[in-house]
């Protein structure tokens, strides 16, 4: 069933329902993080009947968590892994030229050199070969710079940390708007696609994987998806579903803990990013709108999968970090919000996890089931066409070659008309051109339909009183055609306010519920534990922060409830839980006790 309508509001997330419970599909896909996304994407232009089943919010797990840079993978080169950067630098430009130029673009770097002579050859080598893997990408060339040419660029920089520099380009995207993007595209080509259901087993014909029960956490309802091919991208759950099916697993997927931190763009002085070497990982100065982005830190992680807590030292460490490079040091007192992901990485020979393969996998375990895991989050669409095939290919099914390459992400197409006319607009619908250049910037040619909230009630053409860089009209079209089911999906995935306010979000909580409650059918009870809920998580997160280790801030941060009840409970037949090896860590009465 071909669906031109994009929309992920809450009649399209009934129908995915009832699809579910009638259908039978060509592919099931497990996860909407950006994998599992550009994997429905794939299939459904192939001409395939897709199902895709979340079982939080759509990028709630790594894909809303990342450093947000489309790259090329720098420090593979290193490796000398020149396929591995190519790859990567193709699907760099198709992300920022062809698939999604609304969402993404291009973003400078420096990187500061600490010794004469030989550091500049040698980087200096490094990033033009860079450059030349990934030539015709549309971005500018590289440029070597003197110190005070590269404090020209970024005055905030101290004079001690560095003898010169080289500026080069990356991308740069918000992950979790465009994973979510991913999927309304996928919906527009016809996937049956809901959020809030989790795989809880797998329907077997036999031996096989026939697709899989689900449950739909905002009802509790369970229901039966049927699939002639099932394709599990769920991350770092990919253990915990591998063994759903029984058996060892022929992939093992660790969880490596990354923090950030995000200041206000006024706390340093500068126009472009900063990458810098650290002891085991690299240091990222990153500009996002009005604010900087600081990462990352690379330690393993065996607790809770759904909630990864950022604790004191993390924070610590990447403060001491930064404040090497910068003139004007940062205090706790800056940091207007902390964001932890996990990366899903392929268990390799070596313990040290950044020394891990970020490459990915994709095996077929059992007949029906397809495995893909690893890799990054700029060759989402490798890993998405990789598994497509590697199921068809199982299935001895023939179909179209993948197309993604070539299909635009909703939103994309008129994008540079529109830009173009972004004064015109700004004029004919009263707003300031800058929050035209926001609209374009976030929603691209589907801009008009936020305009015509506005046209319909000019309310919404204000800006949140707490969070005035956002409209309130970007808040109800999160909940009416972006698939946001609860308060935390807006504030934290639709609009990124969780971490760009002091407050985390808390001040603009009540104004946000309002907004999403008459789309959503929310009573005034309903909006209350809306609010209660996000509280609860803001609380947990500000305690677990400030706890000393690994282990206090995840019991910390499991403090609050998950608003979508049984996210995160143990499947009964997974052998376990929340952790991907750690069994007393999963059960709550062996964790340690909750800090004072
Ligand atoms: C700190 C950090 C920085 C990074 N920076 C970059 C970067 O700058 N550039 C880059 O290219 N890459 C980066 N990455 C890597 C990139 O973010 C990840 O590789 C990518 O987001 C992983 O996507 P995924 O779809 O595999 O996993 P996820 O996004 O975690 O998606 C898996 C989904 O499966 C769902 N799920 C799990 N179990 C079930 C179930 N039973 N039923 C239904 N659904 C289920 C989960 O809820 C989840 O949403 C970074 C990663 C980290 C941690």
């Known amino acids: 069933m071909l669906s031109l309508g994009a929309d992920l509001g809450p009649e399209q997330r009934r129908e995915a329902l009832s699809r579910f419970a009638s259908e039978q599909f060509d592919v099931l896909v497990i996860g909407g993080g950006v994998v599992g996304a550009g994997a429905a994407l794939d299939a459904a232009t192939r001409g395939l009947s897709v199902a895709l089943v979340e079982a939080r919010d759509y990028a709630s797990g790594t894909s809303s968590r990342s450093s947000k840079l489309v790259h090329g993978g720098l420090r593979y080169l290193e490796q000398l892994d020149f396929s591995l950067v190519r790859e990567a630098q193709r699907e760099r430009s198709l992300i920022l030229n062809e698939l999604c130029p609304h969402l993404a673009r291009p973003i400078p770097f420096i990187y500061p050199l600490q010794h004469r002579g030989w550091e500049r050859l040698y980087v200096g080598a490094g990033i033009a070969l860079y450059d030349a893997l990934g030539r015709r990408s549309g971005v500018p060339r590289h440029k070597h710079l ?7 660029l970024f005055p905030g920089l101290r004079e001690d940390a560095l003898v010169g520099a080289i500026r080069y380009y990356d991308g740069q995207v918000d992950d979790a708007r465009h994973t979510m993007t991913l999927v309304r595209t996928a919906r527009r080509y016809g996937a049956a696609c809901a959020n809030s259901v989790r795989v809880v087993d797998f329907r077997r014909c036999g031996e096989r994987v026939a697709g899989a029960v689900v449950r739909d956490l905002e009802s509790g309802a369970e229901l039966e998806v049927r699939a002639k091919h099932t394709i599990n991208a769920a991350g770092v759950w990919t253990d915990e579903i591998q063994r759903l099916v029984g058996g060892r697993g022929e992939l093992r997927v660790r969880a490596s803990k990354g923090v950030h931190l995000v200041v206000p763009r006024d706390r340093i002085d500068g126009t472009v990013g900063v990458i810098s070497r650290t002891q085991n990982s690299v240091l990222f100065v990153i500009p996002w709108g009005g604010h900087w982005i600081i990462g990352t830190t690379d330690t393993d992680w065996i607790l809770d999968l759904a909630h990864p807590a950022a604790s004191r030292s993390d924070i610590d460490y990447l403060l001491a970090q930064a404040n090497k ?15 932890a992901g996990l990366r899903p990485l392929l268990a390799g020979e070596s313990d040290a996890t950044s020394r891990l393969s970020r490459e990915h996998a994709v095996v077929t375990p059992v007949a029906g089931l397809t495995i893909v895991a690893g890799g990054k989050y700029t060759t989402y669409r490798v890993m998405a066409k990789d598994a497509v095939d590697a199921a068809l290919q199982a299935r001895g099914a023939a179909a179209p070659e993948s197309v993604t390459s070539r299909v635009a992400l909703v939103g994309a197409d008129g994008f540079a008309a529109l830009w173009n006319a972004r004064e015109r607009l700004a004029a004919e619908s009263a707003l300031e051109p800058r929050r035209i250049e926001h609209l374009l910037r976030r929603y691209g040619s589907l801009l008009p339909d936020l305009l015509e909230l506005i046209a319909e009630d000019p309310a919404l053409g204000q800006p949140l009183a707490a969070a005035p860089q956002y409209l309130r009209a970007e808040l109800r079209y999160g909940a009416e055609a972006e698939g946001a089911l609860h308060l935390d999906d807006l504030l934290a995935r639709r609009t990124r306010i969780s971490i760009e306010t002091f407050d985390r979000g808390v001040a603009s909580a009540a104004e946000a519920a309002r907004l999403a409650a008459p789309v959503l059918g929310w009573s005034d009870d309903v909006v209350a534990g809306e609010i209660a809920h996000y509280e609860a998580r803001v609380a947990a997160e500000r305690e677990s922060q400030d706890q000393p280790d690994d282990r206090t801030a995840d019991a910390a941060r499991l403090g609050a409830p ?19 090896a750690d069994g007393l860590a999963r059960d709550p009465a062996n964790r340690p006790p909750r800090p004072a």
């Open 325 to 339: 490079l910068l003139r004007t040091r940062l205090t706790r007192d800056d940091i207007q919000g902390v964001y």
């Open 146 to 152: 003197t110190r005070s040419g590269a404090r020209r």
């Open 562 to 580: 998950d608003v979508r009840a049984g996210a995160s409970a143990p499947i009964p037949g997974s052998g376990g839980g929340a952790g991907p």
